[in-house]
């Protein structure tokens, strides 16, 4: 893949989220060039590589609901506490539906094994940080910078689903991913989260703002770790 400068964000819904996404440009564009994406796409992609990713998103996927439940607790308003309910539920239903039908094909369980698969691996070290910084944030810090840590999951797999649909993949599984994520259904949800975030950021000090770009640059990186721990199948470096 080829450098994308500073990408123009497809979703964008104000001043501030553009200007959160202009500053993470420089990742955006390592998250395009890594050769995890690069291989869904042709289709040369590992199925090990792939496997190991949609375990790991599995159990990144259980926890993203539980910091957007989270959010649904503390939201300023009734619209904002039924969307990010509707989301965790979606979140654990993403998880329940299409990642155990890809489980299942790959030959793990999601679970225990009960369903005839292997278990899921535990959770690797980046994921195992990840959560655990969601986690923190969401529960420790302000509303909105709760807000800000969870935004990269929602909006760059949009933006690079966005892209990736272009070409799809030869490859059924990686195209079913790729689908998900490059719909329009999926823009739709990651629409009202960037609305919110440009209304609650408005509200807040200049000082709370910039707050807010370091959550949201911080998982950005994370975001960028988690596919290269899956390319890379990170492992704990002592047992």
Do not use: K
Not at 38 to 49: I, K, M, Q, S
Not at 64 to 86: C, E, I
């Amino acid at each position: 893949m080829t450098r994308t400068g500073a990408p123009t964000p497809t979703l964008a819904t104000g001043v501030v989220t553009e200007t959160l996404w202009r500053a993470s440009a420089p990742i955006f564009d390592a998250i395009m060039e890594h050769p995890f994406l690069a291989g869904l796409t042709a289709g040369t992609l590992e199925l090990d590589r792939f496997s190991y990713y949609i375990a790991q998103d599995s159990h990144y996927l259980r926890d993203y609901a539980r910091a957007l439940s989270t959010l649904a607790g503390r939201a300023p308003d009734a619209a904002a506490t039924a969307m990010f309910s509707r989301h965790a539920a979606n979140a654990l239903l993403v998880e329940q539906s299409m990642h155990s039908g890809i489980l299942d094909e790959l030959g793990l369980s999601g679970g225990s094994g009960g369903s005839g698969g292997s278990a899921l691996p535990p959770m690797s070290p980046t994921t195992l940080a990840y959560t655990s910084y969601l986690l923190a944030t969401v529960h420790g810090r302000p509303y909105a910078e709760g807000l800000a840590a969870v935004l990269p999951c929602y909006w760059i797999y949009a933006e690079v689903g966005t892209r990736l649909l272009r070409q799809s993949s030869p490859n059924p599984l990686y195209a079913r991913w790729i689908a998900t994520y490059g719909g329009e259904e999926f823009a739709a949800v990651v629409g009202e989260v960037l609305a919110l975030t440009d209304r609650v950021a408005a509200e807040v000090p200049g000082v709370v703002r910039e707050t807010m770009q370091r959550h949201y640059l911080t998982s950005a990186r994370y975001e960028w770790m988690f596919w290269d721990a899956a390319y890379r199948r990170e492992g704990w470096p002592v047992g």
